[in-house]
């Protein structure tokens, strides 16, 4: 169920699959055991959406710096998330998605020069992969600096699921490197994958048949609960 509704939140706005995935298993099992389940699903349904527009070699080309930052921000948030206490793993994890359901709406108008994303796109990905090699949660800051490079609306999809497909293998080979990934995550990762792909197609029928932007508000009040849930509960009620 949380896969389908995972995929499903995936398919109308092109994000959430992570974010939701992670947030809602984590009300029974730790971060680290949530993105090992997440990993096969966030890889195939990214690739998917990645694939779907035209311009990959262009795109990849325009976000290396920033992917590359991803790489390398993965291995250190997970170096570091060593020596944190769950809790406050799990209360960082709430802000994310606290963050995250502030600013996922926000469409500025306010699109970066070429001289600005030539430093912002490496710090970008690195506190990308920070917050994802901690949390499992790469959203933030990525999408909202892909949203300030002017993009059209299908090559922002792409970029986007091009930044979480990224985000997705280098979680993986932290999280295979450091044992966290085991052959049982496997198998329940590929049954998830089911439901995910069944969501995303249900969601890609909702958008054509309704209005994203209340989709969207909903979809975001809900996040920023839960987030206040994790932020809060996980320092004062554990």
């Known amino acids: 169920m949380v896969f389908l509704l995972a995929g499903t939140v995936k398919g109308v ?4 699959l992570p974010t939701v995935a992670v947030g809602l298993l984590n009300l029974v099992m730790t971060p680290t055991e949530a993105a090992a389940i997440l990993l096969i699903p966030s890889f195939f349904t990214n690739v998917w959406q990645m694939v779907g527009g035209p311009g990959l070699v262009l795109t990849t080309r ?7 930052g991803i790489c390398l921000g ?8 060593r020596f944190v206490a769950q809790q406050q793993i799990t209360a960082a994890l709430g802000v994310a998605l606290m963050l995250y359901a502030m600013t996922g709406r926000s469409t500025g108008n306010r ?3 070429a001289r600005a994303e030539r430093w912002l796109g490496p710090l970008t990905g690195a506190c990308t992969g920070a917050i994802a090699g901690a949390t499992g ?14 993009m059209s609306r299908v090559n922002l999809l792409q970029a986007m699921g091009l930044s979480f497909t990224v985000s997705t293998i280098a979680l993986g080979v932290v999280l295979a490197c450091a044992g966290d990934f085991h052959v049982a995550d496997m198998g329940l990762s590929c049954f998830a994958l089911l439901p995910a792909v069944a969501g995303m197609a249900l969601g890609r029928y909702l958008n054509r048949n309704m209005d994203p932007a209340v989709f969207a508000r909903c979809f975001f009040a809900g996040l920023f609960l839960l987030g206040s849930y994790f932020a809060f509960g996980a320092l004062v009620f554990r």
């Open 62 to 68: 325009r976000l290396a710096p920033a992917l590359i």
């Open 137 to 150: 949660i790469f959203v933030l800051p990525a999408v909202p600096y892909l949203r300030a490079l002017g």
């Open 74 to 81: 993965t291995s250190l948030g997970a170096l570091a998330s």
């Open 13 to 16: 706005i092109g994000l959430g």
């Open 111 to 113: 699109v970066l020069s």
